[in-house]
């Protein structure tokens, strides 16, 4: 049932517009300016949902982000899950639905666009009302960059729910001229829509901004939707005001009871009448003038319930004359109605009198919250003020200071001196002299008269007096034992709270996990200190010597995709390619990820799956000529006086005595002498050489080496520099890329004994200054050509041409690891795994006897790296040469494989010892090592793979298994070179 | 080289007319080829044969570049590192450049190498270049943070960039991306100035 609730005038609404809105089924319409939650209420609606736990009817309390209950989810123009009623703009076409705790996200694709933008400033401003604006404009004359954010649709802050003047002018004018002078000031920022959510070290401010959500089916693609801003200040001014705070009593949860600011709120900016009867229950004076001016605006006020013996004098008359009956001393002891306030039972602090009356709408003030959640996760102390049963800024930082409601001052003129001098002083801090100052108007608000009172909860029984008559349609349908509730959105009552202390905890941090209270979307803003204030009189404690809670970001609710931005889709991490890539997708490559690299893997012919490619690419290289794109190979020019010293320390072999024009394959190590890369070193000079590192591992290679030479070794004269993407490099690989190369190289001489095995020269390759390198990672002759990478492009296209009729054909990765794994050849990252050693390689060749000292070195004599029964690299051949070993699978002795479940524990063990008495025993299936490569290999024509053993070279020739699956596939050891042993093939 | 022309291709070859969308907000173009040298120097005594060298003077202050024209015409060489230059010259100067770098600093305290393909360059410029850079790049790059002369190495968006501020005032940077960063970072850009296509709106 819907009803008109818009006064006739007032409010910051366009009264021409009509926005058609649709919520929970019910079409609707409202106007430009609202928000969900007042157009509701304009048509009479209160309750939004019900509740999560007893399933009991909620409706709309606050006005702003600190609302417990009005979530809804967003169905049009695109599914949102948990937004609050109070934020939500209204615009037309929004279908909206009421949500019982949890939200649901869609499966349907975000078309939104979201990205982040980083922001510089002097200053940065919270909070856009009397006090954010006085700051922000006191700064900006001082010469400051300025930042202000603010999460309205327009500034002013507490301004806009209030009908007060300033300087004889309504307190729109004033704000306008702020606004004003602030877009006029260059290098001010002040950005609406804004939600600072999280104040880090540094002056650090993170803000998501809500930049076309009101615009609803209107809103432009090419917009970012939301917006993260990465704020850095020198100074920061928190001015978010404050929350109102709510009392409980029983039955404080009915659709119709919301907080009185919030009324004075959807009065002032929106011209909505919350109620056609309203009630008000108080401890201080600001709900007297939400009685006062809903009275003045044509409402029918009958009570105000203050639960303070002393009335202000001066508002208590203003009361008495618009008819409102002022009961002192009084709270409100229960409520009555369904899904909408009906009744509101009062009675007096004493006992000796009680009553009811009928209200449809109940107001509630427990007093004012400073907003310090920022000012908290900034570290800073919070003060208990006992005044205002609130907590306030407790200490000074150096670099952030609260004014305004968030420092405790709720007068408007008090708030502008305090922004005003926040302002001045965070410029001045920042290192700017204060420029004019900004007037304090003169304001017309009513001013306190009456300290305010502290009351957390109504005193009384839970049973018996509170609506335990109630029955739920809840769909987990259980009745509340209690009907107080201090977290409503987590349905949590004042007996969930003494359970808690009645179970001994006396930690609000705990009471929190145990009840729940201030873990749902609005963090507690209601709620954390009505719990902290039930805590501490239930422990007999005084708030002031406990330690509040701390919060952290985010002050509100900041959805993943804000955060995720425009890093998603093709921009979600780099994809680095080479200068070749174009080409490789132009021929149809299917790529392999290599870091953030895109590698090609093998390039599939029409009908080719990747098996069949590989076995083709391998004959071509093996066979005739074929060649791959390597540029991703790490390189690092090393040069200077010292460079050979530099280089006998990072390798394990010795890499002083390599001539010049020739080239050495190299082994690195960490200092527990664990294989961490290995390459090639090409010695270009006396004092010059470049050295090629892994793919993946190129940077941690020059971060290695200019760590030893910037922290162990500043004496040595080198200097290292990555050209890794400087060039282009291209094996050009088999028994017939001579004949290529001579084609287009007339000019080198690329004999055996003109250019033998691990020499470079320079030349001319297709026309393209080249340095070319005899190095095998196939052991098939190859040359390894070096172009600047300008030029890969022409250079792979005249090898591709001229290798045309010798049937060149391109390979991957794929098949590079099989024609290496066939040479026993292992791949740092693949076959080691950080505990493998070069001896345990097979590769003690590589390890310099004669150097003094290098990395690792040391660590080769430990006992540990001697034992016999280290893991050593083989190869394995399955019986059946058709099985494909899994890599990764595990190696044993036995050919039968025990039943699960495998008995780890000895079964001799008594029964009743405990855990830690019984005897381990040798797992029934000893595992002895596991595959690390494995592969069809066309040149064996079988399969084989490449595994670390334990005991592995002592074991060549024994036969033992791989389960895969449920079966066992018998293998036998062998060396790890299973092609050309001889290596005859190398020279061509 | 006359090979080197005809055949050499840059790394973002092709994105000029998804460059000129975003202008005239931002005028966003690859330089290419531009010839580039990083020079590691501890000989300060060395200094001076370099300056002669490049006619211009080493920068002292750390993240500032120095520009001027020498011998070989315009020149930038920007700080990257207590003892570690980049030089950047016209294109096709970097053989010429590297050897007489080499015989101003001597061979023992110093090198030379020739990265042009290293990195490729991009010029942005524009009423909104500093905003568009604003969305990935966290560096403060106002005037009075970031004055001409600054140079800078930092990310933009996920990839590692040198950036130098040729001016300050009317926005006008220069951009140094790892070759095989440089699509990323194209892609990233053309995206993050589309609502800057739109220039005649104030976006919202």
């Known amino acids: 049932m819907t009803a008109d609730f818009r006064l006739p005038r007032g409010g910051r609404i366009d009264r021409d517009s009509a926005l058609r809105f649709t919520f929970n089924g019910l079409s609707l319409t409202g106007r430009q300016g609202d928000t969900l939650a007042s157009a509701l209420l304009a048509n009479g609606v209160h309750q939004v949902t019900t509740s999560i736990k007893y399933g009991r009817p909620r409706g709309i309390m606050a006005a702003g982000v600190e609302e417990p209950n009005a979530l809804v989810q967003v169905a049009e123009p695109f599914a949102e899950p948990m937004l609050t009623a109070t934020t939500v703009e209204l615009y037309d076409g929004l279908v909206a639905d009421g949500l019982v705790g949890h939200g649901r996200l869609t499966d349907e694709p975000d078309p939104a666009r979201y990205d982040s933008k980083h922001a510089h400033c002097d200053v940065v401003v919270v909070g856009a009302g009397p006090a954010g604006l006085a700051a922000a404009l006191t700064a900006a004359r001082s010469g400051a960059r300025v930042v202000l954010v603010d999460d309205q649709n327009e500034a002013g802050g507490s301004l806009l729910g209030t009908d007060d003047y300033l300087d004889d002018r309504p307190s729109d004018a004033w704000v306008r001229d702020v606004v004003a002078e602030l877009d006029a000031t260059p290098d001010v920022l002040l950005l609406n829509r804004t939600a600072a959510f999280g104040a880090y070290q540094d002056g650090f401010v993170l803000a998501l901004q809500r930049r076309t959500d009101h615009l609803g089916f209107d809103a432009p693609r090419h917009i970012a939707r939301h917006r993260i801003w990465r704020i850095r200040a020198k100074q920061t001014v928190i001015a978010t005001g404050a929350h109102e705070r709510p009392i409980v009593f029983g039955d404080n949860d009915r659709p119709g009871i919301m907080l009185a600011g919030a009324a004075r709120t959807y009065l002032h900016r929106y011209g909505v009448q919350v109620g056609r009867r309203v009630g008000v229950f108080t401890t201080n004076d600001s709900a007297y003038v939400a009685a006062i001016e809903l009275a003045e605006a044509g409402v029918d006020v009958p009570v105000l319930i203050d639960a303070r013996h002393d009335v202000p004098p001066k508002l208590g008359a203003e009361c008495a004359a618009r008819g409102i009956d002022v009961y002192a001393g009084h709270v409100v002891t229960g409520t009555e109605g369904r899904d909408h306030l009906t009744d509101v039972h009062i009675g007096s602090l004493t006992g000796w009198h009680a009553d009811t009356v009928v209200c449809d709408t109940l107001l509630v003030s427990g007093g004012w919250n400073p907003a310090v959640h920022l000012f908290s996760q900034l570290g800073g102390a919070l003060r208990y003020a006992p005044g205002l049963g609130a907590y306030v800024p407790g200490e000074r930082l150096p670099t952030a200071r609260a004014a305004g409601s968030a420092a405790g001052a709720f007068e408007v003129t008090t708030c502008i001196e305090q922004g005003a001098g926040a302002g001045r002083d965070a410029a001045r801090a920042a290192g700017f002299s204060p420029g004019v100052e900004v007037a304090v108007p003169v304001a017309d608000a009513r001013a306190e008269e009456t300290p305010s009172a502290v009351l957390w909860s109504v005193p009384g029984e839970p049973n018996g007096v509170f609506g335990a008559e109630y029955v739920p349609n809840a769909p987990f349908g259980s009745v509340p034992d209690d009907a107080r509730f201090v977290d409503l959105q987590r349905d949590a009552t004042v007996s969930d709270v003494l359970r808690a202390t009645g179970a001994g905890l006396s930690s609000l941090e705990h009471v929190k996990r145990y009840t729940t209270i201030g873990t749902a979307h609005d963090q507690g803003k209601t709620s954390g200190l009505l719990a902290a204030g039930i805590v501490a009189d239930a422990l007999g404690e005084d708030l002031a010597d406990r330690r509040p809670t701390t919060f952290r970001p985010p002050y509100t609710s900041v959805p993943f995709a804000a955060l995720g931005g425009r890093d998603r889709g093709e921009l979600y991490d780099p994809v680095r390619v080479t200068a070749l890539h174009d080409w490789h997708v132009a021929h149809g490559a299917e790529f392999e990820d290599v870091g953030q690299w895109k590698r090609s893997r093998h390039y599939p012919r029409q009908g080719e799956d990747m098996h069949a490619a590989v076995l083709r690419e391998c004959r071509a290289a093996r066979e005739g000529v074929a060649l791959m794109d390597a540029s991703t190979l790490g390189k690092i020019d090393v040069q200077g006086p010292d460079a050979a010293e530099l280089l006998d320390m990072l390798y394990t072999n010795m890499m002083s005595t390599l001539k010049v024009g020739r080239i050495r394959y190299g082994v690195m190590c960490g200092i527990d002498g664990m294989v961490i890369d290995d390459g090639t070193v090409i010695r270009l000079t006396e004092d010059r050489f470049l050295l090629t590192t892994t793919t993946g591992n190129a940077a941690m290679v020059l971060d290695w080496v200019e760590e030893w030479l910037q922290t162990e070794w500043p004496h040595l004269r080198v200097f290292a520099t990555s050209v890794t993407e400087h060039w282009v490099t291209v094996p050009l690989v088999g028994p017939r890329s001579r004949e290529v190369l001579a084609t287009l190289a007339p000019d080198l001489d690329v004999s055996n004994d003109a250019f033998g095995f691990m020499t470079w020269q320079d030349g001319t390759v297709a026309g393209i200054p080249a340095r070319v390198c005899r190095i095998s990672f196939s052991g098939e002759l190859a040359y390894e050509i070096n172009v600047n990478a300008w030029h890969g492009l022409a250079l792979w296209e005249a090898l591709i041409e001229a290798g045309e009729p010798y049937g060149i054909t391109p390979y991957g990765t794929e098949t590079m690891h099989v024609l290496r794994a066939e040479k026993g050849y292992p791949i740092v990252g693949q076959d080691t795994d950080g505990t493998v050693t070069p001896q345990d390689l097979g590769m003690s060749w590589a390890v310099s006897k004669k150097k003094a000292d290098f990395i690792g070195k040391r660590s080769f004599a430990r006992p540990e790296n001697l034992r016999p029964d280290r893991k050593h690299l083989v190869g394995l051949l399955p019986a059946d040469p058709t099985v494909l070993l899994p890599e990764g699978g595990q190696i044993i002795e036995s050919d039968h494989l025990p039943e699960p479940p495998v008995q780890c524990l000895s079964p001799h063990s008594p029964a009743g010892l405990n855990r830690a008495h019984r005897v381990v025993a040798q797992p029934p299936v000893r595992m002895l090592g596991h595959v690390t490569s494995s592969y069809d290999s066309a040149a064996l024509g079988r399969t084989f793979a490449l595994a670390v053993l334990r005991s592995g070279r002592e074991r060549i020739g024994e036969k033992l298994y791989v389960p895969i699956g449920d079966q066992l596939a018998a293998v036998t050891v062998t060396e790890t070179v299973l092609y050309d042993k001889e290596g005859a093939r190398r020279d061509g | ?204």
Request: proline fraction near 6%; charged fraction near 20%.
């Open chain 2, 1 to 204: 080289m006359t090979a080197d022309i005809a055949t050499r291709r840059s790394p973002l070859d092709g994105w000029t007319s998804r460059f000129t969308e975003l202008a005239p907000a931002v005028r966003l173009a690859e330089r290419p080829f531009l010839a580039q040298l990083t020079l590691r120097l501890t000989d300060t005594s060395r200094a001076a044969a370099v300056s002669r060298v490049l006619g211009v003077e080493l920068p002292e202050t750390p993240c500032t570049f120095s520009s001027g024209t020498g011998p070989h015409g315009p020149v930038e060489v920007a700080w990257l590192g207590p003892d570690e230059y980049l030089v950047l010259a016209q294109p096709g100067l970097q053989r010429t450049l590297e050897s007489a770098l080499r015989e101003a600093i001597g061979d023992t305290h110093g090198a030379v190498v020739d990265v042009s393909a290293q990195r490729t360059t991009l010029t942005l410029s524009g009423p909104r270049a500093r905003d568009l850079l604003a969305h990935g790049c966290a560096i403060d790059l106002h005037p009075s943070a970031s004055p001409i002369g600054t140079c800078v190495q930092t990310l933009l968006a996920q990839a590692g960039i040198i950036l130098l501020v040729r001016d300050a005032d009317a926005g006008e940077f220069v951009v140094l991306v790892r070759a095989s960063f440089a699509t990323y970072l194209a892609a990233w850009l053309v995206d993050a100035g589309m609502e800057y296509r739109e220039y005649r709106e104030q976006p919202v």
